[in-house]
Structure formats: structure tokens, C-alpha cells
């Protein structure tokens, strides 16, 4: 059973600190997307790749926030550094080329204290 | 840009209830149109899609049609089960199949015996 993986599921850490999500696609999907959920602004795209390559990072704040695919295994977001405001769950979501069904992951669930 | 709107929630029905989540949708172009549900802490799963023009799609009993005259995509079900009290997402994805998704805020249901 084919599922995206993430890892940590949950993050508490202190304000300044950074703080790396990683998480692996469904082998052979080809499109990872990064989203966030919150209450007051719903869930929002930050990010996405395909075929590694970043396609649209508009909704990621540049100043702190960073998405990589070090390889087709493994994306990652990185906040540095991290504020109270970014606590929220993330997502990770990936996607076959030509398929319209996109597979999530657990989400990672950061509070910023 | 593209935008979903969703009927406010929270929904709370009797079970065997018929259910209606009222969903617009403004975009440019042909988008394709999908209902996600969200478990407590977990991911979003795909719960059915249309990707044109009065298609209906249709899963566990569920159904929704794309209706362009009115930018709607309404979920319907005849008669909803305690185990439908889940989160629902409408959602929309521009072009291309395997496209980035832009959600609307989600409605809760909960369904009494």
C-alpha cells in the first residue's frame, strides 16, 4: 500500500530555532506539492516541484522558508528562523504525471512557542 | 486568480439525512473539479472528481456535478451514516491534470444517530 511519508508528525520547538520537514513521495510520482493548514487561512499551496525541479514557490515566504528536492525520494521545507505565527500542520502531497488524484501525507503538525 | 468558496459549516445532520455542500468556484479556463475529506489527523483523501463541463463524479454514495453555467460543484448524498461526520474540502485545480490545488475552507459534518 503505497502511501507519502513524513516525518516528524510532530514538532514543538522555541521561536528562532530552525526546523527541517521532510518527507518522501509515492515512488514514481513525479510532482511534490507543500501545503498548510490552518484555522484562519485554511489550506494554502507553498511550494511545489516537479520532476524535481520547482515550478511555483509564490506562496512561501522567502525571507524564512526554503523547499528542496535533494532527490527524487526526498522533499524537504525548512523555516529559518521559525516564528509563533508559522505554527500550523503541513503538508505533503505528491501526484503521477497525467493522474488528477493527489496523495497526502500525515501532515506534520509545528508549534512554535 | 482562482478561488473556492464552500458553504459554512459546521453541518449537523441526522442520520439518513440527505446531505448538500453548496461549493462555487471562479477560474480561468477548463479547471478541474474535486471533494477531498480530511479523517482527524491525518492527510486528505480524494473522495471524487469531475475534470470537465457536466461530468458527475460519484463515490461511496456521494455525487457532485460540474456545472459551468453556475461555477458549482454541490456535494449530494441520499442518506449520510454517522461514519460520513468527517471533513469536507472542495477544491479546483487549473489546466493541467496533475495541477496544484486551490481548496475551499472545508465543512465539517457531524452525523447523529
Known amino acids: 500500500d503505497a502511501r507519502v511519508t513524513q516525518t516528524p508528525r510532530h514538532k514543538v520547538t522555541e521561536m528562532g530555532q530552525e526546523v527541517t520537514m521532510r518527507c518522501q513521495p509515492i515512488?514514481?510520482?513525479?510532482?511534490v506539492f507543500w501545503y498548510r493548514q490552518t484555522m484562519m487561512q485554511g489550506l494554502e499551496l507553498l511550494a511545489y516541484?516537479?520532476?524535481?525541479?520547482?515550478?511555483?514557490d509564490s506562496g512561501m515566504p522567502k525571507d524564512r522558508f526554503s523547499a528542496e528536492m535533494p532527490d527524487a525520494t526526498l522533499a524537504t521545507l525548512k523555516i529559518q528562523p521559525s516564528e509563533p505565527r508559522d505554527s500550523a500542520v503541513y503538508f505533503c502531497?505528491?501526484?503521477?504525471?497525467?493522474?488528477?488524484?493527489?496523495?497526502f501525507g500525515p501532515g506534520t503538525r509545528l508549534t512554535v512557542t | 486568480g482562482n478561488s473556492v468558496t464552500q458553504m459554512e459549516g459546521p453541518v449537523t445532520l441526522s442520520e439518513e439525512a440527505f446531505l448538500t455542500i453548496n461549493c462555487t468556484y471562479t477560474?480561468?479556463?477548463?479547471?478541474?473539479l474535486f471533494w477531498y475529506v480530511q479523517y482527524p489527523g491525518e492527510g486528505l483523501q480524494l473522495l471524487l472528481k469531475?475534470?470537465?463541463?457536466?461530468d458527475k463524479g460519484s463515490n461511496k454514495g456521494f455525487e457532485a456535478t460540474y456545472r459551468k453555467e453556475t461555477t458549482s460543484f454541490h456535494l449530494e448524498k441520499g442518506s449520510v451514516q454517522v461514519s460520513d461526520s468527517v471533513v469536507y474540502f472542495c477544491?479546483?485545480?487549473?489546466?493541467?491534470?496533475?495541477?496544484?490545488?486551490?481548496f475551499g475552507q472545508g465543512t465539517i459534518l457531524t452525523v447523529h444517530p
Open positions: 502531497a505528491s501526484v503521477t504525471g497525467g493522474a488528477y488524484e493527489q496523495y
Open positions: 515512488l514514481g510520482h513525479n510532482t
Open positions: 516541484f516537479r520532476n524535481r525541479a520547482p515550478l511555483d
Open positions: 477560474a480561468t479556463g477548463y479547471p478541474s
Open positions: 469531475a475534470t470537465k463541463a457536466d
Open positions: 477544491a479546483l485545480s487549473g489546466g493541467t491534470s496533475y495541477g496544484k490545488l486551490t
